[in-house]
């Protein structure tokens, strides 16, 4: 736990895939973020919340990765209905890798975002003034 850690990630999130990698980060307004954890999977639909990958093969990481990508702009259309308006959103790979989402393109970054509060799609609190994800 760093110093400014001040609510970090509870157990109970962890275990539902919050705070692992991959994950999408949607800011909702100034530094509020609502992270969605993304499962991967090839038969049994996971009932954990979050983005869900099928792929047929848990092996095959560059078929994956474009899976991923097809999965993170879709949900990018399902949740900014109206282009003008859109939320800004990031797909985080790793601690210094990460993906923005904007004007329908990926942008490379290694500043991924953290701090603020971190909120699940129920509007529940994960974390405060913390990082969003889990160190081992």
Do not use: W
């Not at 980060?25 to 954990?48: C, D, L, W």
């Not at 702009?73 to 790979?93: S, T, Y």
């Amino acid at each position: 736990m760093r110093n400014q850690d001040i609510f970090p990630l509870s157990a109970e999130k962890r275990a539902e895939g919050y705070g692992n990698f991959p994950y999408v980060i949607v800011r909702i307004q100034g530094a509020v973020y609502m992270q969605f954890p993304i499962h991967f999977y090839t038969e049994s639909n996971p009932q954990k919340p979050g983005l869900r990958v099928r792929v047929d093969s848990l092996m095959d990481e560059k078929q994956n990765f474009n899976d991923l990508f097809n999965v993170v702009r879709q949900f990018h259309q399902q949740i900014n209905p109206i282009e003008n308006k859109a939320f800004k959103m990031c797909l985080v790979l790793s601690p210094n890798v990460c993906h923005f989402f904007e004007d329908n393109t990926f942008n490379f970054s290694d500043e991924i975002p953290e701090g603020g509060s971190l909120i699940d799609a129920n509007y529940k609190m994960l974390a405060m003034n913390s990082l969003h994800y889990i160190i081992d």
